[in-house]
């Protein structure tokens, strides 16, 4: 996205959200024949169709192959980029997009008010059981296209078929304008388009109306200012290529090579070779070498990500909250950070970020606060499980401070703690959406949008996208619908900050930390920024001459 961009689920140590990186798994660089190419690591998407993709490696990959409605400003605010406007009635409630006209998919198709409904339509169809599908609620009709019980013991296929296949608040006026219908009010629903399962798909996207075509996903088209050089070699690359004549924010590089690791040891080592441009996330293991590998290629910048462990509350062990408050009061923060983030990360204290409207410091309390004493107490009288388990994803980096959680939960508590290690995050997500029992699960946030409500809803709204660890609270998810129809920011902050306070009672995760881009480059490349949302500026970043 051009400039300053909005946030998500992060991979290494930013989920769902979760921090991202990896090992070289081969491939052709068919990128390195052009001088004015960048190398960026990334850990293996787990989805390229924009309404499945949740998770930041996919969502940094769709950034240079499609252009949003809306990007922010450096206040957070939503600008338009391909909207020309979007404005509100008075009501909040119905909402009309009118798009820049002259855009083109990479096919040459013209991007019309129709691919965007198409494609929000796909989305919010509960069958296709798209990932995203949770941020298309709040358009008038989402109930009718949810089975009564897609995830039923006969499994999705044998659920009934939803009521309808198309949202009746999604009205097409002419090829540049349609309008969108909510069922509620909600006054930022702007700042929702700037997110990656908004963007539209062409036509050739759909084998038939609503059916994706096989092997689209592979052969993504978007309509952004890079485009697909060959497939999505899985495991090893994504080679994207300007286009000729874009109309929006022109690049300054000739391509991209979204260079995929499983291991950010490997990635970084390639990085001080000079044979990888950018890494988002130095390793934990080479914070102390860096700046002598690196120098003043070596940064820091904000960023929206909150670091955290979720409970699986669906199984009993779990279901007691002395229990979680325990193991969260058996975790030294500070001592982790510094040791061994060497402060490049702070303890979280509260549920969301301190960069968005609305955070208040220390609304987790004394259940964030390390007391082994209180600790062992309140675990043993809850007899808590014998043993504990943390699975988290390797090619994000994670072994160290998993295991360092372990020895500490290990003293305070007195019972056995294990770090479990999954290849790949988007493996982990695939376990975890299917309730496997991988024991607390490690995930982290980067925001989607610039508002408390992000770091809420999706996390812990009953049936929220990335609600992994099935908590559900009616007085929680009536306060974020509350915030959301507000008919002001302020009030809204208030219904939402009303929402966190229910939180630090439940525990449904464990808040561990809030970071930091810490981030290097080649000498190759210079103008390299990573924004809050953890994305290398794709616009701004030139290869030196």
Known sequence: MPGKSPWKMAVGATAIALLAAGCGSGGSDDSAASS???????????????????????????????????????????????????????????WTVKLKSGFTFHNGEPVIADNYIDAWNYAAYGP????????????????????????????????????????????KVDDTTFTVSLSAPFASFKSLLGYTVFYPLPKAAFSSDGVIADGFEDSIIGNGPFKLKGKWEHDAQIVV????D??????????ITWKIYQDDQAQYADLVAGNLDVQTTIPIESLASASADLGDRFQKSPNSVFQFVGFPTFLKEYQNVDVRKAISMAINRQEITDQ??????TPATSFVSPVVAGYRENTCGANCEYNPTEAKK????????????????????????????????????????????????????????????????????????????????????????????????TAFDALVKEGSEAATPEEAIAKWQAAEDILAKDMPVIPLRVGQNVFGFSEKVTNVTVDLFQKVDIYAIEVVS
Not at 85 to 94: F, G, P, Y
Not at 241 to 244: C, D, G, I, Q, S
Request: charged residues 20%; glycine residues 12%.
């Open 36 to 94: 004015n190419t960048a190398i960026i690591g990334i850990g293996e998407p787990q989805h390229l169709i924009p309404s499945n993709t949740t998770e930041s490696n996919g969502a940094e990959v769709l950034s240079s192959l499609f252009y949003p409605l809306v990007d922010f400003d450096d206040k957070n605010n939503p600008t338009e980029v391909a909207a020309e406007s979007i404005t509100a009635d008075a009501t909040n409630k119905v």
């Open 128 to 171: 296709n059981g798209q990932g995203g599908s949770y941020f298309f609620t709040r358009i008038a009709g989402f109930d009718d296209l949810q089975s009564e019980d897609p995830d039923g013991e006969e499994g999705p296929q044998k659920a009934p078929e939803p009521k309808a296949k198309k949202l009746t608040g999604l009205k």
């Open 241 to 244: 290529e300007k286009v000729t």
């Open 246 to 255: 874009f109309k929006g924010q022109i690049p300054k590089v000739d391509g």
């Open 340 to 345: 061994i983030f060497l402060g490049s990360q």
């Open 378 to 473: 309140l675990y043993t009288a809850a007899k808590g499980p014998a043993e504990i388990k943390i699975t988290y994803n390797v090619d994000g980096g994670h072994k160290a401070w998993v295991d360092a959680t372990c020895n500490q939960i290990k003293a305070s508590l007195g019972v056995n703690c294990t770090g479990q290690g999954e290849q790949k995050f988007a493996d982990l997500l695939t376990k975890v959406e299917k309730k496997e029992n991988v024991g607390l699960i490690r995930l982290g946030w980067i925001m989607d949008y610039p508002l408390m409500e992000n770091y809420l809803g999706p996390l812990y709204g009953t049936g929220g996208s990335s609600n992994y660890y099935g908590y559900s609270n």
